[in-house]
């Protein structure tokens, strides 16, 4: 379901509504109403989506050459300021 990926990828609602947007009218991701809850959205990735995730690179791999050697702390220390960073320039636009 779209909330749980606001939980999961720890991002405003509004940033992963854009997001999504983006990716629905790209084809790579469509929206279809919840059967319990038609209120609620489910994500599925469509056939263009899927071909594109499996052409991706290994991210583990990525993640182990950018951060090996670096202290989990550190790196959690750079999200969390990237993060307001981030916000800061989002609110920052939308008030403009």
């Known amino acids: ?11 405003e609602r509004a940033t ?3 997001i999504i947007g983006v990716l629905v009218r ?24 899927t071909k594109l995730w499996n052409e991706l690179p ?8 950018a951060f090996r050697g670096i ?6 220390t750079a999200v969390r300021v990237l993060q307001t960073a981030t916000e800061r320039l989002e609110n920052f636009i939308d008030r403009s």
């Open 1 to 11: 379901m779209q909330r749980d990926l606001v939980k999961a990828l720890q991002v």
């Open 16 to 18: 992963l509504s854009t």
């Open 26 to 49: 790209k084809g790579l991701v469509e929206q279809v109403p919840d059967r319990v809850d038609q209120r609620q959205k489910l994500l599925r990735m469509t056939a263009a989506g």
């Open 58 to 65: 290994d991210l583990a791999v990525i993640h182990d050459v």
């Open 71 to 76: 202290d989990d702390a550190a790196v959690a």
